[in-house]
């Protein structure tokens, strides 16, 4: 498959993931014939153009899907950079006619820290939500209302090196998560923290769990945990997109680089074992990028892991609206135990923010 069918077949799913109408994502796919800087036929203007057309049509939050497509798979050229600032401006256009919502930036050793988050008036408990290797946080952002009227103060960031995140992505990089929990310590209760980090940020999650008693629960979609990185079998099935992604991450020259490094990702039966908290874990029955034997190495280790398997790729983005269901379920269940989490997660569920 050559790159830019592979970046269709990819945005298909990432578009459905977001919510976009199928049709209308292979209306705009049709029309791209090429992936070159400055060429208005090519990935990033096309997807620029129609978010440009949403937004004068005043659906900004539309306009930010199709920013945060023109920016996939990273925002590596000038085409691509400029969509992922667009993505940001217009989110931010977006926020300011809701209350509550608000921009927060850390000046970490290594980078800088770039959040969305609200419920921060007075101190609750703390939800950070983190996306994978190529979705930014414009794209869960939107439901920051929604989780703070269930009760928490709710922080979406990004995966060090994505959107606004210039953290570069290593092996340690499960310590910015105590790093956001050290800054929100004095407006959130960070003891008392859930993390809802989807794939490749759910390796953050658990690492840092590990470490941080802070963090009381973890829940994620399809995280590597071990074999993604170390088994060599795995390695030639994975997606070039997913390979090329993690090169630009982690500021690997090239794949053989890339693949160097890699194993220093992966976690040992005895540091999953100091995870001791709930995880709750969506796996994909035919997830092309994350190999079955996480799951099993989870539940070998963990003393209190469950999953819910969808028959879908990476990510499930056919079985959105279930999977966010269960993940709700389980996070206000295990948070507010029989306190309700039912109603507030159907509440969750069915309104959408306009």
Known sequence: MDHLDELKEFARLHARGQGMKAEHATRVLARI????????DSWAAVWTAEGRAAAARGDLLDAC?????ARFPYHGDADRVLAQQLCVDTFDQWRRDRDGIERL???HSDGTVVCWAAGLDRPRPLLVVMGGIVSVKEQWAPLLPLLRRI????VVTELPG?????VTYGP????TLGFLLDRLADRAQVDDTSMLALSFSGHLAMGAAAEDPRIRRVLTVGAPVAGFFADEDWWPRVPGITADTLRRLTGSADLTELRHRLPGFAFTPERLRQVRIPVRYVASSRDEIIPGSEQALLRRTLDDVRFKT???VHGSPAHLGAMRRWLFSQLLWLRFAHRGPRQASRSLISERPS
């Not at 014939?33 to 208005?40: E, H, L, Q, V, Y």
């Not at 009760?151 to 709710?154: D, P, S, T």
């Not at 994505?162 to 210039?166: D, I, L, P, R």
């Open 33 to 40: 014939t090429n992936d070159r800087t400055g060429d208005p």
């Open 65 to 69: 899907r199709h920013y945060a497509l």
């Open 105 to 107: 930036e850390f000046d």
């Open 151 to 154: 009760g928490f103060a709710a």
């Open 162 to 166: 994505v959107g606004e995140n210039t």
């Open 172 to 175: 340690e990089s499960w310590r």
């Open 310 to 312: 969808f028959d879908d």
